[in-house]
Nanobody
Framework: QVHLVESGGGLVQPGGSLRLSCAGSPRIFRTYEMHWYRQAPGKQRKLVAG???????NYADSVKGRFTIERDNARTMMYLQMNNLESEDTAVYYC?????????WGQGTQVTVSS
């Protein structure tokens, strides 16, 4: 059963922008804390940004001021607006939701920043 579905990845030049989307079910968006993670080739998966059901956000230092996480609980969507992209942002980006002991992952979407 697929709980989270990401979209919006692609190839972009350095300095460009992309907007990732994550779709989920209403039960997830009612109470779950949600995050974006990323995994670059040969590296561990790392937290990029998080947002509570009430809209409180947090960001990795490497993306502060460039990325914005948002969620629309009514539309059961989460977004990651990525601006001023750098080659170091190249990775597979994953949508993640956590509620109590349940942890859910999307399948990932590739973001490649290259000229």
């Amino acid at each position: 059963q697929v709980h989270l579905v990401e979209s919006g990845g692609g190839l972009v030049q350095p300095g460009g922008s992309l907007r990732l989307s994550c779709a989920g079910s209403p039960r997830i968006f009612r109470t779950y804390e949600m995050h974006w993670y990323r995994q670059a080739p040969g590296k561990q998966r790392k937290l990029v940004a998080g947002i509570t059901s009430g809209g409180v956000t947090n960001y990795a230092d490497s993306v502060k001021g460039r990325f914005t996480i948002e969620r629309d609980n009514a539309r059961t969507m989460m977004y990651l607006q990525m601006n001023n992209l750098e080659s170091e942002d190249t990775a597979v980006y994953y949508c993640h939701a956590q509620g109590g002991i349940e942890e859910l992952w999307g399948q990932g979407t590739q973001v490649t920043v290259s000229s």
